[in-house]
């Protein structure tokens, strides 16, 4: 057996050396196109061995992720934020013009209700009491005399002008007697004069006698008239003073009313005094958020003295969607996230307004009542807001990212017979993840998840639960 063996290798070995001796030597060509012959044999084998496996291969189908639609019950809800902030606020004004002694609150303090927020000067309190009471003493007895000599005044008009009138009508009548006179000696004097030209000396002698008594007679009565007109121009006179001094009737009401005002601001000083004796204290429990007294600075009437700020009476500010405007109503329960802890709160107010916010989207903006406050609630803080909407209770339910808007309205894709088919729905309220749909699916169907690639209805394809 070993000895065959060896007697056909070297039987090999042999005709290998003479295959290779007789083996002819190829040119630079020759192995050119022989390579070339090669590699395309290598080609259609590849592409033959292709065409083979593709024949032999099963159909390969697009896939879709797909997932089933269920019963469910869906809560739409509203997730934003906001920032904390009063809903009662009270800037304190100085009741009265006083020395402040003492600020007792300052910035960022809790106070209570009842507490003492600014301490007034006692000693500059009872000055200013006394001040408004002697003054209103001064507008009253002001008041009193200025009346009593209007009214004397008014006494003095009322008897000048009644003497006025008699002493007018005596100056008229004495004027017309002194005119008679006047005249009658103007006759008398011709008379005298045709009685002495014609020589009648009785009729002369008589003549003269009635002119002599005329002239005494006018003496008297010009002498008298002289008299009545300087008392009439004296009357005028008083008439004319008194009637200047003496009150209007608005004169009057003007004079009334500074007396009541001084009367006012006398009890008003007195009441305010009394209000702030032992401070002025605080209307409701909150934060100072605003200080603007200084200790020893005099504030006058009505100047501003701080402010405070509920944390009692609180709310969360939001600013609301488009889309949020759909799911929101006031009367809404929510809850409040501050700092790690939960509040219970309630949607009390929407605004009719839209504003633009930093980007440019218009947002409204509302109020979130805390229903539940205590004292961890920061003013200005931010806070998480969960507002709860509508519940469907039940329904068929249909992940959200599955329903399309088309010019018919609400549609999604199912699978039917392992191909696309389409399916025209109603939906109704929508949370973060489901749709309700009302109408358009029973519960049992396979929902296409997205058909991001466009397949028309009717395309065959590989499904996958996603």
């Excluded at 009842?114 to 309190?125: F, S, W």
């Excluded at 501003?304 to 609301?320: A, G, P, Q």
């Amino acid at each position: 057996m070993k000895i065959r063996w060896k007697k056909n290798k070297d039987e090999i070995a042999g005709t290998e050396i003479k295959e290779k001796k007789e083996k002819k030597i190829l040119t630079p060509a020759e192995k050119k196109k022989r390579r070339k012959r090669i590699f395309m044999g290598i080609a259609a084998a590849c592409l033959a061995l292709f065409i083979v496996s593709r024949m032999l291969a099963p159909e390969t189908l697009p896939m879709v992720t797909v997932r089933s639609a269920e019963t469910a019950t869906i809560e739409q809800t509203v997730d934003t934020s906001g920032t904390i902030k009063t809903e009662v606020k009270k800037t304190y004004f100085s009741p009265l013009s006083a020395q402040v002694s003492q600020c007792k609150a300052a910035l960022g303090d809790a106070v209570a209700a009842g507490d003492v927020l600014i301490v007034y000067d006692a000693e500059d309190l009872k000055t200013r009491e006394s001040e408004a009471s002697l003054e209103n003493s001064e507008a009253y007895y002001g008041y009193q005399d200025k009346m009593g000599k209007s009214n004397e005044d008014a006494a003095e008009y009322s008897r000048s002008s009644h003497d006025v009138a008699i002493l007018e009508q005596q100056v008229e009548d004495w004027k017309a007697e002194v005119r008679a006179l006047k005249q009658y000696l103007t006759d008398m004097g011709c008379f005298l004069r045709e009685a002495t030209n014609e020589g009648h000396k009785n009729d002369a002698e008589e003549y003269q006698n009635r002119i002599d008594q005329a002239t005494n007679t006018l003496a008297v009565k010009e002498e008298e008239l002289a008299e009545f007109e300087s008392d009439l121009a004296e009357q005028k006179g008083i008439q004319n003073s008194t009637e200047d001094s003496m009150l209007t009737a608005n004169g009057r009401k003007q004079a009334e009313a500074s007396k009541e005002l001084a009367a006012l601001k006398a009890e008003k000083v007195k009441t305010a005094v009394a209000e702030v004796a032992d401070g002025l204290k605080a209307d409701f429990g909150g934060i100072v958020t605003d200080v603007k007294a200084v200790e020893g600075s005099v504030i006058e009437e009505g100047g501003e003295l701080l402010t405070v700020e509920s944390n009692e009476d609180v709310c969360v500010e939001i600013s609301l969607s488009k889309s949020d405007l759909e799911k929101v109503r006031e009367g809404q329960k929510a809850v409040i996230t501050v700092v790690g802890k939960e509040y219970e709160g309630t949607v009390t107010r929407i605004s009719k307004s839209a504003t633009k916010n930093e980007k440019g989207a218009s947002v409204v903006s509302g109020e979130i009542h805390i229903d539940n406050p205590d004292a961890d609630l920061f003013l200005g803080v931010e806070a998480k807001v969960k507002i709860e909407g509508a519940v469907a209770e039940n329904v068929i339910a249909v992940p959200i990212e599955s329903v399309n808007v088309g010019r018919e309205g609400s549609f999604v894709y199912i699978i039917e017979d392992g191909a696309l088919a389409v399916r025209n729905v109603e939906t109704g309220i929508a949370s973060m993840e489901l749709v309700e749909i009302k109408s358009g699916l029973d519960g049992t169907e396979q929902i296409v998840l997205n058909n991001s690639m466009g397949l028309p209805e009717g395309t065959r394809v590989t499904s996958v639960e996603g």
